[in-house]
């Protein structure tokens, strides 16, 4: 059943409606994915038990390994690897207010990273509701982790420092010369406690279509989504920043 509204042309219904035929199939593809990626086999065992760093809740350092960032009767947990510290290449504006203006640029968090996370941080508590887990993983300290949370006022995330393990080189979310790289990763605990890796978001090392990213986190970016929601294309020149001069 076709919808119409107010004043709108014969035009624009025939073309809304061929446009919702392909909505429907991106509805139908996207779930299709969703299906293969459930179907995978079992992945690789972790290595290791990662041992993560923390300020604990009585403000000192705690440790915590990775077998117990996976909440009582889950057995699905959901890393992503935070770019902190950012690119060396990363040519965006660094943050000047905060606590983070302390810190030289190149130490400074990715931005896009930090958009994000400003989008999860709303969207954890019912993520765990629905029965996974999930923590953020960085390559600095608990410190500088805690510093950026209340800048940002991150309330909901789990922030872990990586520092002096191999997990983001063992996942790819480390590189060269210690450049840091965007990464979600998933794990999945086995009956017998076999912790294995799940999936991986590995489109972020593929080859990207000419003029886009490579959204390897698109589907998690409701920011990214909404625009695409409207008249014009994802603006070229547009990339995530730590401040804005308009909408702080």
């Given amino acids: 059943m076709s919808l119409t509204f107010a004043n709108e042309t014969p035009e624009y219904r025939l073309a809304r409606d061929r446009l919702l035929d392909d909505e429907i199939a991106l509805r139908r593809q996207m779930e299709a994915v969703a299906a293969k990626r459930r179907a995978l086999p079992p992945g690789p065992p972790v290595r290791e038990d990662y041992v993560f760093e923390r300020t604990g809740a009585n403000g000192t350092p705690e440790r915590v390994r990775l077998s117990e960032l996976f909440r009582p009767g ?128 590995e489109m972020v090392y593929a080859k990207a279509d000419p003029g886009q990213d490579h959204r390897a986190a698109g589907t998690l970016e409701p920011f990214w989504n909404m625009l695409d929601l409207g008249p014009h294309e994802r603006p070229a020149d547009f990339r995530g920043e730590l401040e804005y001069g308009c909408c702080d």
């Fill in 74 to 201: 889950t057995d699905t947990l959901l890393v992503y690897a935070y770019m902190f510290p950012r690119y060396k290449t990363d040519s965006r504006a660094a943050a000047t207010r905060g606590e983070l203006a302390a810190l030289p640029k190149i130490e400074q968090p990715c931005p896009s990273c930090t958009v994000l996370l400003d989008q999860l941080n709303a969207a954890a508590p019912h993520f765990e509701a629905a029965g996974t887990s999930f923590a953020v993983v960085a390559n600095t300290t608990p410190e500088r982790l805690d510093a950026v949370a209340r800048d940002r006022g991150w309330t909901h995330l789990r922030l872990l420092s990586s520092m002096g393990t191999a997990f983001k080189r063992d996942y790819r979310a480390e590189i060269e010369d210690g450049q840091q790289e965007v990464m979600i990763l998933v794990f999945r605990r086995d009956p017998d406690g076999t912790i294995r890796l799940f999936w991986a978001s």
